[in-house]
């Protein structure tokens, strides 16, 4: 009968064959097109084989989440955009869907929102109900934000969006105004 040692051993040495563009179950080479020979499932799988070691070792592997924002330009340079008008949390899971998660925490919609309405991009207004919301401004169509009317389980609401020309404001700022340096 085989342990959780040997198991772990034995799940170590396919994965750092398959890293090595090595088919574990017949030992011929991966086909060149086949997606294991992509660079990011070879750096990938090369992670998970030096994680088993650690296991294999009794280290413990520490997983931290990342603490800041960072998006390189190669990642900016994939990010694939709605052709509509969309909203903040549209905007951030476009951005995510980039981003290297192990380097970089998520954006989200309420932290790229409250760094908006530091700058001044965006404002704020509280309802008779003392309820708080994101609205535009006097500076925010000149950096590509509108309010639409917007619809949500029946009830309709002002909604702010980014037109095409705040998707490209944003992407050529978010550094700066995630980090809190931009400044209008």
């Known amino acids: 009968m085989i342990n959780d040692r040997e198991k772990l051993i034995k799940a170590k040495e396919i994965i750092l064959k398959m890293a090595n563009g090595i088919n574990p179950v017949n030992n011929q080479p991966i086909d060149e097109e086949n997606y294991m020979n992509d660079p990011r499932m070879i750096r990938c799988m090369f992670y998970v084989a030096n994680s088993l070691e650690k296991l294999i070792n009794g280290e413990k592997i520490v997983v931290s989440k990342p603490s800041e924002f960072i ?5 900016k340079s994939r990010v694939q955009f709605p ?4 909203g903040v949390n ?6 995510n869907s ?4 192990t380097k970089s925490k998520c954006l989200t919609g309420v932290e ?3 760094n908006l309405k530091k700058i001044g991009i965006l404002s704020e207004k509280e ?8 609205v535009t401004n006097e500076k925010s169509f000149e950096y590509g934000f509108e309010t639409i ?8 609401y002002d909604k702010v ?6 998707k490209k404001f944003l992407l050529d700022n978010l550094e700066k105004i995630m980090s809190g340096e931009y400044v209008i």
């Open 71 to 75: 998006i390189t330009s190669e990642q």
């Open 83 to 86: 052709e509509e008008k969309i």
């Open 90 to 95: 549209e905007f951030s899971r476009c951005i």
């Open 98 to 101: 980039v981003i290297d998660r």
């Open 112 to 114: 790229l929102n409250k």
């Open 127 to 134: 309802s008779e109900q003392g309820r708080k919301t994101t």
């Open 149 to 156: 009317r917007a619809n949500f389980n029946g009830k309709e």
């Open 161 to 166: 969006v980014i037109n095409d020309r705040g």
